[in-house]
């Protein structure tokens, strides 16, 4: 058995898990119409390379990474380009963000494919390009591109770790994908192993999924064969708590290592990557297949909750409704119900970071009873993964004390929102602290703008400066000259003419010291 | 629109106050069974008096009352200062008492949750230096003294300041075994000595002690249930065991043993009910530590050497002031802050 370590406090929600792992994953029919995000990853949002009317075939390229945190965005399925527009998308600010709508002609016809029969006689650089230009993103939920992740630069990596921990109540959309798919996830944290040349991969599963602790398990003694020797891959059963699958907490879980604050866990040689992402790695390199869809959890308030896999673009309305969603369903959840964020309209389309949709209801979901005031009973503290104090927190961010909010760690807060739930005063602690940090976030923002605009200004005023200077300096050397000239002109000193200009410069330092010893014995 | 978390525990600020008040039950009644039922009157006094000054607070401040009067803390503050008060007092000692606590302890300092102070102590710190003659009619554990009151009695007593024909306060109350102790060490006697007086009980006063019995029976039920953490009561008592059997092992003839001092007074009471107030105890586990055993120090100076009949309520509201200090120098390390491994 491996020694596990613990990180401060956590929770015990109820897990809701049983209802979506009844049934297999199953696959969705083709939507009426994709909205495809060309925004659906951390960075910079891809650039169209297609054109309205423009027919493409599945798994042609219509977003173009742009910059370097970027990804690429492919057609789903094969069909017609209706439409590249801003769309409403599902974020939580509800604001429209740039789609290309795609029409499906039915016939799902592949782009050409192009499979990489052996990707250790590739070079690094090359993979991390490869998945670059697959779209190949973290699936775990931040959507971060995953070629970035593999660019470790110099920092040796020991530990790789396959978060397949999945510790929100409700989504079972990994839990399913390693009893299922365990053969593909091995494969493709053995690519991601050779990628950052890991000395090691540790899968941490919670103990609630032994479905998929001992699918895993044995994928991985079917897989010896592929896999390096002295590299091992390890399943590790870890103890059911949320915020567990958070990242920084799961590897102090596995290795007993804190990750820095503010510094990225590659600083003590450990990278993680989800279990669904590293699927999509083994599709992208071994098949040549670009991410085009995901699993994803459709549960809550519906006759049938399941897990489907779904093309990114899929609207949520003909999503949920494969589920059935019960009449008194009041709205929708993308991701679980601790971290998710209400779904702003029910016909956004999913996309690369969609986990879960939960449809809610009043009996699900009550509305939460008033807010009391705080009590400081530290039931927060207690159980924060971040060893924070919300309650002092709380208090900073209403009273809006930002600098004392950041000087008690408010950016070390991973909004698990533990402290919200066992809250007897039922505050919603988490808001404060999102909007504490937006507030000094825009602050920033604000006093860059600023920053920026007086060195601008200090620059402008610095340069009016030299060009005076350089102009009366121009001058003073243009009199100058004329003065020489002038004196070439005359006559040179005669000898005694000199004398006297000695003897008279000598008076004259005489009478400065004479001036000079009086001031100081008037000083003393 | 739904915020995340969508999901929350039950257990609300009313429940907890709640389960805090019933753990209060069993020292109660053995209260009730050593000394009479004239507890109960105090208390239900004081919660009409919290439940009324809270309202009306609440009214004047434009705070929804309802909401807040549901919450028990009012209540508590109530009970808690009952029970440190005695029990034969005339009825406007509590009604004072009480309302002092919740207007100014509590809603001047911004309602619950912003008192700086302990109110229930404040409310007694009040009585002891404004009352003090009405503060110490203590009333005789039931048995040892010849007249004993009946229930109606007392009532006449509290509510008319009414004596049966022929009987003084003297004839019905004592000083508590703390005072008793003082008043006698003063006069040259031994602690072996004085503790032959029929006052005294096992380990602490007689019947007091079996009423800290309750409290630590409550207590424990407290800690078990996790309302409060082990940190203040384990802090308090054994900062008070260890000052004690110094002075005690010091000086045997002079200062009593230290489980005198856990049995006899607000002790047992304060470790795990008044210190343990969320609200004006500090939020960090080392600096509840600091807290509890700066609070046993004093209570110990103040039995021993200082004027007062118990130390408990001083040691608390003197504590109450170094909170915010004490919390601010014990903030723990943040994850990802920690020295290196």
């Not at chain 1, 409403?88 to 990489?116: F, M, Q, Y």
């Not at chain 1, 091992?232 to 290795?255: D, W």
């Amino acid at each position: 058995m491996k020694k596990l370590y613990h990180f401060h406090g956590g929770i015990h929600p109820p897990s809701n898990k049983a209802q979506s792992t009844q049934l297999d994953i199953a696959r969705t029919p083709l939507p009426s119409k994709l909205i495809v995000p060309l925004h659906q990853h951390a960075g910079e949002t891809a650039k169209p390379v297609v054109h309205a009317g423009e027919h493409v075939l599945k798994g042609q390229l219509i977003g173009m990474p742009d910059g370097f945190v970027s990804s690429a965005v492919h057609a789903p399925t094969s069909g017609s380009i209706s439409a590249i527009d801003m769309q409403l998308i599902a974020h939580p600010s509800g604001l429209p963000n740039l789609c290309a709508t795609l029409i499906p002609d039915g016939k799902d016809e592949w782009v050409e494919r192009k499979p990489i029969a052996n990707y250790r006689s590739h070079s690094t650089a090359e993979l991390q390009q490869l998945l670059r230009m697959a779209g190949v993103v973290g699936l775990g939920g931040a959507a971060f591109p995953s070629d970035i992740k593999l660019r470790t630069g110099k920092q040796k990596i020991t530990t790789l770790i396959l978060n397949g921990a999945e510790c929100e109540p409700y989504i079972t959309c990994d839990d399913m994908l390693m009893r299922e798919r365990a053969a593909e996830v091995v494969q493709g944290a053995e690519m991601l192993r050779f990628m950052l040349d890991a000395d090691h991969v540790l899968y941490g599963v919670e103990d609630n999924k032994p479905e998929a602790i001992s699918a895993l398990q044995q994928a991985i003694t079917a897989s010896v064969p592929i896999l390096q020797q002295n590299k091992r891959h390890e399943v590790v059963a870890i103890p059911t708590i949320y915020p567990g699958g958070s990242a920084k907490q799961l590897i102090r879980v596995l290795t007993g290592l804190e990750v820095p604050s503010g510094k990225l866990p590659t600083e003590i040689g450990v990278q993680c990557f989800n279990v669904a992402t590293a699927c999509s790695v083994y599709r992208a390199l071994a098949h040549g297949e670009p991410l085009l869809s995901r699993i994803v959890t459709i549960t809550g308030n519906v006759r049938q909750a399941r897990n489907y896999e779904a093309l990114i673009g899929t609207p949520i309305g003909e999503l949920v409704e494969l589920s059935c969603t019960l009449p008194d369903t009041n709205g929708y959840i993308m991701g679980g119900p601790m971290m998710g964020f209400s779904l702003p309209a029910v016909h956004v389309p999913m996309v690369k970071a969609t986990n879960c949709i939960i449809a809610a209801s009043e009996h699900l979901f009550p509305p939460p009873p008033p807010v009391m005031p705080c009590i400081r009973c530290t039931r927060c503290v207690e159980v924060c993964p971040a060893d924070l104090q919300p309650q002092d927190l709380y208090w900073f961010a209403q009273s809006r004390e930002f600098g004392r909010a950041q000087a008690f760690s408010l950016f070390d807060c991973i909004e698990c929102g533990a402290c919200s739930y066992v809250c007897p005063s039922h505050i919603p602690l988490v808001q404060f602290y999102r909007f504490a940090k937006s507030e000094i976030r825009a602050r920033e923002h604000d006093k860059q703008l600023a920053d920026q605009a007086r060195e601008r200004h200090e620059y402008h005023e610095q340069r009016i400066e030299r060009e005076k200077q350089e102009k009366s300096e121009k001058l003073k050397a243009k009199e100058k000259a004329a003065q020489t000239a002038k004196l070439a002109c005359s006559q040179p000193l005669t000898s005694q003419q000199q004398a006297e200009q000695a003897g008279l410069e000598a008076s004259r330092a005489h009478i400065r010291e004479l001036a000079q010893s009086s001031v100081e014995h008037a000083k003393d | 629109m739904l915020f995340s978390p969508l999901i929350s525990k039950p257990e609300g600020v009313s429940a907890i106050m709640l389960k805090v008040l019933l753990a209060l039950l069993p020292g109660i009644a053995l209260y009730v069974w050593y000394f009479g039922p004239a507890i109960l009157v105090s208390i239900t006094l004081a919660s009409i008096t919290a439940l009324g000054t809270e309202a009306l607070m609440l009214r004047l401040r434009n705070r929804p009352v309802a909401p807040f009067l549901k919450d028990n803390s009012a209540l508590l503050t109530a009970w808690l200062l009952a029970l440190s008060i005695p029990p034969l007092a005339p009825w406007w000692l509590v009604v004072v008492g009480t309302a002092f606590a919740i207007a100014i302890a509590k809603h001047l300092y911004g309602g619950l949750g912003n008192n700086l102070f302990n109110p229930a102590m404040v409310g007694y710190a009040v009585l002891i230096i404004s009352f003090p003659a009405q503060m110490t009619q203590w009333i005789a554990p039931q048995g040892l003294v010849l007249a004993e009151l009946s229930f109606t009695q007392q009532l006449d007593y509290i509510f008319l300041g009414m004596l049966p024909q022929g009987l003084t306060m003297d004839a019905i109350t004592m000083a508590t075994p703390l005072d008793t102790l003082k008043t006698h060490l003063h006069l040259e006697e031994t602690v072996q000595q004085i503790f032959h007086m029929s006052i005294y009980g096992q380990i602490g006063g007689h019947g007091s002690e079996m009423v800290a019995w309750g409290f630590l029976f409550g207590g424990l039920y407290l800690l078990a249930s996790r309302i409060i953490s082990w940190h203040i009561p384990v802090a308090y008592l054994g900062s008070l065991f260890i000052i004690a059997w110094i002075f005690h092992m010091a000086d045997p003839a002079h200062f009593v043993a230290p489980l005198f001092h856990w049995f006899s007074g607000a002790a047992i009471l304060g470790a795990f009910f008044i210190l343990t107030d969320p609200v004006s105890s500090p939020t960090t586990n080392r600096g509840r530590l600091i807290f509890a055993a700066g609070a046993a120090l004093l209570t110990f100076l103040i039995r021993v050497f200082g004027g007062f009949p118990d130390g408990v309520a001083f040691a608390t509201l003197l504590m109450n002031i170094c909170v915010p200090l004490i919390v601010l120098y014990t903030q723990p390390k943040v994850f990802g802050k920690k020295a290196k491994s």
